[in-house]
Nanobody
Framework: QVQLVESGGASVQVGGSLTLSCAVS????????MGWFRQAPGLERDVVSF????????YYDDSVKGRFTISLDTAMNTLYLQMNSLKPEDAGNYYC???????????????????WGQGTQVTVSS
């Protein structure tokens, strides 16, 4: 049984940093998309970043480039999202997700992800 469990969400001030973690169990990382999605109240759940395990290719939404870093520690079975210089628009519920894929191109599509965590809340205040 595949389980994804996020942690690390908190309330921080503008300019602060957070590291989100996603503990993964029952899943193989070979040729898999591992992604972080954000959902703000009333908005769609959008991809923030992903890493494709087959090639270690990463993607970042333009809004977080240069501030967020995604990483996958296969030894610890954990996906991370390091978030720096946080802005109010970074706030939302963050979800990690996974899907088996033969190409990184499918990692952008929310609908193609099979497994989801329960989410962790990030609040950014000024």
């Amino acid at each position: 049984q595949v389980q994804l469990v996020e942690s690390g969400g908190a309330s921080v001030q503008v300019g602060g940093s957070l590291t989100l973690s996603c503990a993964v169990s029952g899943y193989t990382y070979r040729r898999a998309c591992m992604g972080w999605f954000r959902q703000a109240p009333g908005l769609e759940r959008d991809v923030v970043s992903f890493i494709y395990s087959g090639t270690s290719q990463t993607y970042y939404d333009d809004s977080v480039k240069g501030r967020f870093t995604i990483s996958l520690d296969t030894a610890m079975n954990t996906l991370y999202l390091q978030m720096n210089s946080l802005k109010p628009e970074d706030a939302g519920n963050y979800y990690c997700a996974a899907q088996v894929s033969t190409a990184a191109g499918s990692c952008l599509s929310r609908g193609s992800y099979t497994y989801w965590g329960q989410g962790t809340q990030v609040t950014v205040s000024s």
